[in-house]
C-alpha cells in the first residue's frame, strides 16, 4: 500500500516524465537518407537519390530514381538544365515517361550526360529538371567516382549539346 506522500509524488513523477517520454518520437518522425545522392520532394515527382557519376573527369551521367506519386495521370521528363551560373553541359537523350504512381531509375537508361569543368568526384552540380506537368525541380547533385555502389553504372549514350 501506497504511504500518503508517495501518493502525492506519483502524479508530479508522471508530470515531469511525459515531456521525456514523448520526444522519443522526433527522430522517428523524420526523414533519414543513408545513401549518398540528394533528394528533392517538393513536387509531384521526387527527385530520389539524383547523383553524377563520373569515371573521366569532366564527364558524368546524372542518375536519379524519379517517382510519380500521381495516382491518375502519367508526367514526362522532358529536359535537364544546369542552373544559372553552372558551368555544365547536359544532354537528355530522350523524354521520359513516368507513369502514374510508377517510378523510373535513370540509371538503367545512361540516359543524362553532363560535361564540364567542375564535373569531378568530390564537387557537385545544380542542375534543373523539367516535367511535362510544367513542374520544374532544382537539385545540387554530388559528383561521385564510379567505384563500390555505382560501379556498375554505364556512361551515358547521348552527346551532350551547349546549355543555352
Known sequence: MLTPVRRRLAPL?????????GACNYQTDQVYQPAVGVNN?????????AVVVSST????????SLV????????TLTGIAPAEGTDAQVQLSAP????????????DSGAVSVVGESI???GFVRLVLT?????????????????????????????PSAAP
Open 13 to 21: 513523477a508522471v508530470v515531469l516524465l511525459l515531456p521525456a517520454l
Open 41 to 49: 520532394r517538393d513536387g509531384v515527382v521526387d527527385v530520389l537519390a
Open 57 to 64: 573527369d569532366g564527364k558524368g551521367t546524372f542518375v536519379a
Open 68 to 75: 510519380n506519386s500521381d495516382l491518375e495521370q502519367p508526367d
Open 96 to 107: 521520359i515517361e513516368i507513369a502514374p504512381e510508377g517510378i523510373v531509375n535513370l540509371a
Open 120 to 122: 569531378a568526384p568530390g
Open 131 to 159: 516535367f511535362q506537368s510544367g513542374q520544374e525541380t532544382e537539385v545540387n547533385a554530388p559528383v561521385v567516382d564510379n567505384a563500390e555502389e555505382f560501379s556498375d553504372i554505364q556512361p551515358a549514350t547521348p552527346s
